[in-house]
């Protein structure tokens, strides 16, 4: 995605939703005193490295602060493998038209962060590689339930929404859950039912 396209993006979401207080100038803060270089020249060797705005990829736990961790993390190497999966699900949706204008406002977090954030016990966020969105206003989140319920075996996706609308995506496992994070609340479910009715 171009630079244009991204400051677009970024004005979307942020009349949409409150837009998260970790952007460039606290990224460019924070990356004076923690190595990101081969991370990066692992997205760019993948032909990843833009999909989404690095400061946004490596957001931790939105509960950074009240967990007194970093406000940004680089996954371990051994996790790359599933930040790629990732990202060619990322830009597929984006490239398809399927995810509108999106902002990532979670993505890698160590084990004792999440358990303090109140993350899930063996969530995707610290054994593989997950994001949450913030989705801009007007976007059709019933059109990545149909993605998921065609393609989300292929891909391995775990596609879910949370009280708070944030959607979450992973390949780690092909699932999805609504508001009270079993699937029977799944807003993927729901449409389903709805269309065979």
């Not at 999909?51 to 946004?56: D, E, G, H, K, S």
């Not at 995810?99 to 406002?105: D, R």
């Not at 979670?106 to 962060?113: D, G, H, I, M, V």
Request: aromatic share 10%.
């Amino acid at each position: 995605m171009n630079e244009w396209k991204r400051a677009i993006t970024v004005l979307l979401i942020s009349t949409a939703a409150q837009a998260d207080e970790r952007d460039l100038s606290l990224f460019a803060q924070w990356t004076a005193d923690h190595q990101t270089r081969p991370f990066r020249e692992m997205l760019v060797d993948a032909r990843l490295y833009g999909v989404v705005p690095l400061y946004q990829l490596l957001r931790s736990a939105s509960d950074w602060r009240q967990c007194r961790a970093e406000p940004f993390a680089v996954p371990p190497a051994a996790q790359w493998p599933d930040v790629r999966s990732t990202l060619r699900l990322l830009d597929l949706l984006s490239d398809e038209r399927i995810l509108g204008p999106y902002e990532v406002v979670s993505a890698y977090r160590a084990p004792a962060l999440n358990r303090c954030a109140g993350g899930a016990v063996g969530s995707a966020h610290t054994r593989a590689f997950a994001v949450d969105l913030l989705l801009a206003k007007g976007s059709d989140p019933q059109a990545l339930c149909r993605f998921w319920q065609r393609y989300g075996k292929v891909w391995n996706m775990g596609l879910g929404r949370y009280p708070s609308g944030r959607i979450h995506i992973d390949t780690a496992g092909y699932r999805t859950w609504g508001g009270d994070f079993s699937p029977d609340s799944s807003f993927c479910v729901r449409l389903a039912n709805d269309e065979t009715r």
